[in-house]
Each structure stands twice: as C-alpha cells, then as structure tokens.
C-alpha cells in the first residue's frame, strides 16, 4: 500500500504545482495557458487539498474502498478543465470520503469531530456538484473553503478533545459549524465571517496547541504555525463581514489559514502516510515566514509581488520537507 500512497501524494503535488503556476496568471503574469487561470481554485482545493486529505483518512482507516476518493478528486479536477461536467466524478469523490466518517461513526459511535468532518466532505460534495453544474464559482468557492476550514477544525478538535474540561464546551464549538453551513447555504458572506471569527477564538483557546507555545523543537514550531493561521482565519472572517477586496477575504483563508494549517501538520502527517521518519529543523521557520511576509505584502503593496513570494514559501517549504525533515 506504501507504493499507492506514493502515488496518490505525487498526483496531489502534481496539482499543487499547476494550481500555483495558475495562481501566478490569476495574479496578472502572462504565462502560456491564460485561458485555465480561472481554474486555479478546482486544482487547489478538489485536486490538491482535497485528494490529499481524503488520502489521509484512507490511511486512517486502512479500507479498500477509501483509496477511491483521492483519485477521483484529483482526476474530476484536471477534466473539468474541459468541461465543468466532469466535476460529477469529484461529487462522487468527495461521497466517498463522507463515506470514511460514516464508518466510523456506525462503527465506533458518533463523536463530534466525526461529525464536523463529515458536514465539511458533505460541503465539498455539494460545492462539486453545482460546480459541475456550471452555478456561479463566486458561490461554489464557499462550499470548497468552508471544507477545508471544518475540516482543520475537526483534526484539530479530535487532538485536543481530551483536553477540554467541560461538557458543555462542546456546545460553544457548535455553533460556528452551525452558522458556517446556513451561511455556505444561505450565500452569507456575514455569517460565514461570523463563523470564521467564532472558530478562530474557539481554537485559539481550547486547542492543544495553547499549552505547547512554551515547549521546544517541532512541537513549539507546530503550535507557533498554528497560532498564526488561526489569525488569518480571523481576519478573513473580518475581510468578509466588512466586504473588503476579494483576495483578502479568499486568500486571508486559504493562504494565511489553510497552508499556515499545512506547514504545521505536514512534518507529522506525510511520514505517516508514506512510511518515513521526520527529523525537525529550524529552517522550516523560513517559509513560514515568507509565507506570511508573502501576505503582508500581497495585501498592502502588490498583489504580483506577494504571489511570487507565497510561490517561494511554498516550493521552499516542501524542498525542505523532502530534503532536510523526511527521510525514507
């Protein structure tokens, strides 16, 4: 099985690659394939996030039938660069990986990060599925970014669970699920801010995270990066209720949140996946911060400038990865 997860983590490098160069043409550069940069958010989020995390909870539950989803999720996002119909083999991708959390909850019994999981792969089905059906990508992206941020929000909760001292805290994380998917559905920018803001101060304070700011080596610079995307989502939450510019209420989301969320999880969860064992070293610091430097600058000064630099960050961070954290 090592050898397929080889396999699924290079197809969702490979879309990593195309989604960054179409992310520098959306950033005004005049490359070859111009006609494809409105494209950039399928590859992202459907080919490379979304196949990577389905990847990752196959191996969590170590069944057949779960390998389907990164593969599908990878392929629907290439082929609906020709036709938006081919998206239906993401909708069935992303079902698929519903299916991993209804197993476990039929299985083990339902437990809350199960079921935030769960409502954000039913997002990603349903964002695929409009998609497919050519509805508006400025309604569509909602569905693909709200997956993305219940599910950091589930891994994060199913890690510190057994920290939160009381009962009804529970309730408290509830509701920004709740008002994140009335705001998804209902198209409510101001809701979905809401929710946002609500999460970020949720983790902030209840994540594991919190207690490790104090420790050393990799588990001070895994809750460092964690602290940082978790401003981002509270700023992207701001840039929405506010209706600032466009990229800062995406970008706040899926660069500051969602690859801050990479760069703290990736040293723990790609030996996992493909067998290796990681070592941490202090450089990883630097595309983190080139990565927010990336941001800073892509807000403030100029939009191409920041692209090039969150490019860097991003290529730098996983060179390192490769070279100087995983060893196989």
Do not use: C
């Amino acid at each position: 099985m090592s050898k397929v997860n080889w396999l699924l983590v290079l197809s969702a490098v490979v879309a990593m690659l195309f989604g960054l160069y179409l992310a520098l043409i959306r950033s005004g550069f005049v490359l070859p394939g111009g006609y494809m940069a409105l494209s950039h958010a399928q590859v992202m989020v459907v080919g490379f996030l979304g196949s990577l995390i389905a990847l990752e909870r196959a191996v969590a539950i170590k069944k057949l039938w779960s390998y389907l989803a990164p593969p599908l999720l990878f392929i629907a996002s290439f082929l609906s660069l020709y036709s938006p119909i081919f998206m239906l083999i993401g909708f069935v991708g992303a079902l698929v990986m519903f299916g991993v959390f209804a197993y476990l909850m039929v299985r083990y019994g339902r437990r809350p990060q199960w079921v935030v999981m769960g409502v954000a792969a039913l997002l990603l089905a349903i964002g695929n599925l409009l998609y497919a059906f050519s509805v508006p990508i400025t309604y569509v992206l909602h569905y693909w970014l709200m997956f993305l941020v219940l599910t950091i929000a589930g891994e994060r909760l199913e890690l510190s669970i057994l920290l939160i001292p009381k009962r009804g805290v529970m309730g408290t994380f509830y509701i920004p699920v709740i008002l994140s998917v009335i705001g998804v559905i209902s198209g409510s920018e101001v809701l979905i801010g809401i929710s946002y803001i609500l999460l970020a101060l949720w983790l902030f304070y209840y994540d594991v995270a919190t207690r490790n700011l104090r420790a050393s080596g990799l588990v001070r610079f895994v809750a460092l990066t964690l602290m940082l995307g978790y401003v981002w989502l509270a700023l992207g939450g701001i840039a929405l209720i506010l209706n600032l510019p466009y990229d800062l209420r995406i970008h706040a989301i899926t660069l500051g949140f969602v690859f801050s969320m990479i760069f703290a999880h990736a040293p723990i969860i790609f030996p996992a996946i493909l067998g290796g064992r990681s070592r941490f070293s202090p450089l990883l610091y630097l595309p983190v911060v080139l990565l927010h430097l990336s941001l800073i600058v892509r807000f403030t000064y100029d939009l191409k400038v920041g692209a090039v630099l969150g490019v860097i960050a991003i290529l730098l961070y996983f060179a390192l990865m490769r070279f100087r954290v995983i060893t196989f």
